[in-house]
């Protein structure tokens, strides 16, 4: 009878061999954990190129061709079944496809802006004021009751205000008294007239606003995609940045006035205690009792900070409503002159004049676009300019006359935010100017000299309707560009030295 043996009976012998294949494996061990960050960089790279939901291709091979008289690594992509090669893809292509690959996942995860991020400064202070400066399409007319009390207490406050300095100015006049400020209530006349007639134009045409914001509604780019080739973010960051600062400039000129007495009796009656200052409004007006020392000046006090705020912040609402509106029409511009610079022209005639046909369509929309901007804020920018030139020439002649330092500090900020006013006007005027007039240049740069004799007939139409480009315009007396701004400092230079020869006589 057989016996039978296990092996766990027998005593284990360690070989020479056995030795060595753990050495072996414990040696690859230790290698792969001291090379893990190039193999983990190494994976990933292999993912990216080879996973198939990222890159559609079949299998690649590897192989090293000369470029440039240097051996480099490529990637050699043959078909499936290996019989010809149709397409040799070096190092720096990968990395472009890569960088690619990483860009459209960015675009991804970027958030979809809507056309409010442009307006919301905008309408924030139109809220203030009581105005709802256009309705949208995806938003339903509303009657806001709160909204009407608000915007008339505000309208009726301010021309009241404007009355009574109003005949303030008549009386100094007439009586030959107080020149110097009469002439600075001018100034707060002017700024009031600005003010409310900004405010009443958008009320008026609110309806003209809202067709225009319909169609500008439509032509917004509504995916990501989309944005992204529009270059939407670098527009929509530039319109902050610039709502912010006018807005702020705005805000500290308007309550430094509004709070400038009290600031002095801080100042210099309980924190220096070098003079007592009297009871003082922000602004000069007529009053026909004595307002001092009883409850009538408080309910004065708040009804001319409650008029300069309204002043201001119908300035800044419609100036930043135009600053919005013209950034997209800018953005529109650019993107038309892109898509025809790099439009690549086919041999079929059919396929560009299609091509044409959406080019002349998008373009006269865009015109249309900027003659309903002029018919709607034509008639408060020819205000704007011609009060602005006398609001620096009164000023300016205030600076000259000989004020205390605080009335300098208050005059200073009120000649800066003026010109920084009317200068971002021209800014922007400028910039729409350059963009409507960069349709032309891009024809001209676009590859079209294998077209066909059709194709350049029609681009001739194109260039030469472009070359007339769109301005904004203050009605049909003016063109705004950067060079109104010069014509506006000599025509208050003029003022300034007229006035400054009467008052020395």
């Known amino acids: 009878m057989g016996r039978c043996t296990c092996p766990m009976s027998q005593p284990r012998v ?24 190039k193999l983990r960089h190494f994976m990933h790279e292999l993912e990216q190129l080879f996973v198939r939901r990222h890159i559609n291709m079949p299998p690649y091979k590897m192989r090293k061709i000369r470029e440039e008289k240097h051996m480099v690594p490529c990637i050699n992509l043959k078909a499936c079944n290996e019989s010809e090669q149709l397409i040799t893809t070096t190092r720096t292509t990968y990395r472009s496809f890569v960088s690619a690959q990483d860009e459209s996942r960015k675009a991804r995860k970027m958030p979809q802006t809507k056309i409010d991020s442009f307006m919301k400064y905008a309408n924030f202070f139109y809220k203030c004021v009581g105005i709802e400066p256009y309705r949208k399409i995806s938003r339903p007319a509303e009657y806001s009751a709160w909204l009407n009390i608000v915007y008339w207490a505000n309208i009726i406050n301010l021309l009241l205000i404007m009355l009574a300095e109003i005949v303030y100015v008549l009386i100094a006049f007439a009586t030959g008294e107080h020149i110097v400020e009469a002439i600075m209530t001018m100034s707060y006349i002017g700024f009031v007239i600005v003010g409310i007639a ?7 045409k609110k309806s003209a606003l809202s067709e225009f914001m319909h169609v500008l509604e439509q ?32 805000s500290v000129l308007i309550w430094t006035y509004n709070l400038f007495g009290i600031m002095q009796y801080l100042l210099y009656e309980r924190l220096l205690q070098t003079r007592v200052v009297d009871q003082t409004l922000p602004y000069f007006m007529y009053i026909p009792w004595e307002n001092y ?19 201001a912040a119908g300035q800044i609402s419609t100036d930043l409503l135009l600053c919005a509106v013209a950034s997209q029409l800018i953005m529109h511009y650019d993107y038309l002159a892109r898509q025809i610079e790099q439009k690549k022209l086919k041999g079929c005639w059919q396929q560009n004049s299609e091509f044409l046909i959406h080019t002349v369509r998008y373009h006269e929309r865009l015109l249309s676009l900027s003659a309903r901007i002029n018919h709607i804020f034509g008639v408060p920018l ?10 620096i020439c009164f000023v300016g002649f205030q600076m000259t006359v ?5 009335t300098m500090i208050k005059l200073t900020l009120f ?36 077209a066909d004799v059709r194709y350049k007939k029609s681009i001739a139409l194109i ?10 315009k203050a009605t049909v007396f003016m063109q705004i560009n950067r060079g109104s701004m010069t014509d506006l400092l000599q025509l208050s230079y003029k003022f300034f030295a007229l006035l400054r020869t009467m008052y020395n006589k």
Request: charged share 15%; glycine share 4%; proline share 2%.
């Open 14 to 37: 360690y070989t020479l061999s056995n030795i060595d294949f753990v050495l072996a494996g414990m040696l690859k061990l230790l290698f792969v954990r001291h090379k893990k960050p």
């Open 198 to 204: 900004k405010m009443l134009v958008v009320w008026w």
């Open 219 to 250: 032509l917004y780019p509504s995916t990501v995609a989309e944005q992204q080739d529009y270059r939407l973010q670098r527009y929509q960051s530039f319109c902050a940045w610039v709502s912010i600062g006018f807005a702020t400039l705005y």
């Open 293 to 311: 020392d009883n409850w009538s000046y408080y309910l004065l006090f708040f009804m001319q900070n409650f008029a300069g705020y309204t002043s």
């Open 382 to 391: 020819l205000l704007n300019f011609l009060v602005s030139s006398f609001v």
């Open 402 to 406: 000989g004020v205390s330092l605080d």
């Open 415 to 450: 000649l800066v935010s003026s010109m920084c006013q009317v200068y971002l006007i021209c800014h922007y005027g400028q910039l729409v100017e350059d963009a409507s007039f960069g349709i032309s240049k891009a024809v001209y740069k676009q590859q079209w000299l294998d």
């Open 463 to 472: 260039i030469k309707r472009a070359q007339k480009p769109a301005f904004l």
